[in-house]
């Protein structure tokens, strides 16, 4: 079973709207959790970075919240733009000497004119 | 932020032949790198971790003579796929880790296509 659950596994959102994604996760002991951007054919880039002690980080209109005790994590978009069409990936790491990575499946957003 | 180049970005090689990816870190050392293999719609999955200097690390189901993993400097990793079979095609991301931090960049990937 996969340690880090991502819902909705894709939505479409007309441009200018909000949207709200969200990251479950049963990594322990946990020692980061990242959101990453990733278009098509491209390599994931990074949006944002929270470790155990940090419950919100905002990247321009990208905003991450984490709730630790829960295991939950939220990507909220602000204002979609065209440019927002991709998939989100959550990847939360562990409190481990070999730094691996727990990745979710992504969520593709499709942001409609 | 720190630059990981992966070169080439996209091959078609026919069956039989061997393919070699290469990932660079631009701009920082690079202890540790690894290589992922990603399907369309699915997730990365994690082939192995490379520490400069030493054998690579493979996980489960990885054959290690058919994807060699040599990391031979501190901003330099190549995978080589060997003997490369259709189902072989994929998208090869390698991603670098900065030494003394836990944050890994992504390079752009490669879209390897055997015919």
Redesign the interface.
């Known amino acids: 079973k996969n340690q880090v659950e991502q819902s909705p596994q894709s939505l479409i959102i007309l441009e200018g709207k909000n949207c709200t994604l969200q990251c479950n996760y049963t990594v322990s002991p946990f020692s980061n959790l990242r959101w990453y951007k990733q278009d098509t054919g491209r390599g994931p880039v990074s949006l944002t970075i929270m470790t155990f002690s940090e419950n919100t980080k905002s990247n321009g209109r990208y905003t991450a919240t984490l709730d630790a005790d829960t295991k939950q994590s939220s990507l909220h978009i602000t204002a979609s733009q065209l440019s927002d069409s991709a998939s989100y990936i959550c990847v939360v790491s562990a409190i481990t000497n070999d730094y691996k990575l727990s990745f979710g499946a992504g969520t593709t957003v499709t942001v409609r004119a | 932020?720190a630059v990981?180049s992966?070169h080439p970005s996209w091959v078609i090689c026919k069956s039989g032949t061997s393919v070699k990816i290469e990932c660079r870190s631009l701009d920082f050392q690079a202890t540790?790198m690894?290589w992922y293999r990603q399907f369309p719609?699915?997730?990365?999955m994690?082939m192995a971790?490379s520490n400069e200097g030493s054998k690579a690390?493979y996980e489960q189901g990885v054959e290690k003579d058919k994807f060699l993993i040599n990391h031979a400097s501190l901003t330099l990793s190549t995978l080589t796929v060997t003997s490369a079979h259709p189902e072989d095609s994929s998208?090869y991301?390698c991603?670098a880790?900065i030494r003394g931090r836990?944050?890994?960049?992504?390079?752009?990937?490669t879209?390897l296509t055997v015919v």
Do not use: C, D, P
């Open positions: 932020g990981v992966q540790t690894f719609k699915q997730s990365l994690l971790t690390t998208f991301i991603s880790l836990s944050e890994a960049f992504f390079g752009q990937g879209r």
